[in-house]
């Protein structure tokens, strides 16, 4: 039986570990196959390939991006593409990461407002990748000035709370195109966190069927058995492809391990064949 993952993060986004151990992990839990998704960045893909290829684990190139659809939140999960010969998708993570690094000091300015002397030299060393919310929030719980990293983003780092700023977002056209243009596959991530009935759903996954989407993240921790079900169905009527992960990040509070969706649950690979054996990921 195939083990997968589809949804992971590494260092290089918000994530703990570093490509190579996020692989390391999925081989010692038995995985066959992982896709490595961090937020708004490719840069973490060589080194989980070199070391998927070093195990014998099949790997999938990915992608999460944040974006917005008519005042919805929503995340685009993109898999399969060639940023290195696409020079779209390549400038347009570029302009994600100076408006995060931008957004960072404007943080941190609001922090220091409030009487807290934060730099951004402060944040913690980062061995590879980005800084965001999570390291701030680490920050904030390790000066004590937070009780925890949860206890941060409630009183300073979340939507309307003290420190918030908001940051420059896609919209969900401008993700699904980058994806698509350098050749990959588009999926819309954990449909549950959008908070949406199943009628306001439905016709946003409509919409983004017109923009190119391809298919939908059934399998996830936050997406009830009701939810499935209706995603499900949803797929089958209208020819999606489907998905799914842990959103694993290696964090205390993750809610499944690598090639699980909550509970213990095994991502199923019985009905993800169309997606696996699609031409755009099997050319990988």
Do not use: W
Request: hydrophobic share 40%; net charge neutral.
């Amino acid at each position: 039986m195939y083990k997968i993952d589809l949804h992971c993060h590494s260092c290089f986004s918000d994530g703990l570990l570093s490509p190579t151990q996020l692989v390391v992990r999925a081989r010692e839990r038995g995985l066959n196959i992982l896709a490595l998704t961090d937020h708004d960045t490719m840069a973490g893909i060589p080194e989980a390939k070199d070391a998927a290829d070093n195990c014998g684990l099949q790997f999938i190139a990915g992608l999460e991006l944040s974006a917005n659809h008519n005042g919805i939140d929503i995340h685009v999960l993109g898999y399969g593409m060639r940023p290195v010969d696409n020079d779209n998708l390549r400038s347009g993570l570029e302009r994600i990461q100076t408006a995060r690094r931008r957004r960072n000091e404007a943080i941190l300015t609001k922090l220091r407002a409030l009487g807290y002397e934060l730099q951004i030299t402060d944040l913690p060393a980062k061995d590879c990748g980005q800084l965001g919310r999570p390291h701030i929030a680490h920050l904030l719980a390790a000066r004590k000035i937070a009780v925890s990293e949860d206890d941060a983003f409630r009183r300073f780092l979340r939507k309307g709370a003290a420190a918030y700023v908001k940051r420059d977002i896609l919209t969900a056209e401008k993700a699904v195109s980058m994806i698509r243009g350098a050749g990959g596959l588009a999926f819309m991530a954990h449909p549950s966190l959008a908070g949406l009935s199943e009628a306001v759903l439905a016709r946003l996954l409509a919409e983004l069927m017109d923009f190119g989407l391809s298919g939908v993240e059934v399998y996830h921790p936050s997406n009830s058995p009701k939810n499935i079900r209706f995603l499900l169905d949803f797929c089958e009527r209208r020819n999606l492809l489907i998905s799914g992960g842990s959103d694993f990040h290696g964090r205390e509070r993750d809610r499944a391990d690598l090639g699980e969706y909550g509970g213990g649950r095994l991502i199923p690979y019985s009905g993800l064949e169309n997606f696996l054996i699609n031409e755009s990921i099997g050319k990988l």
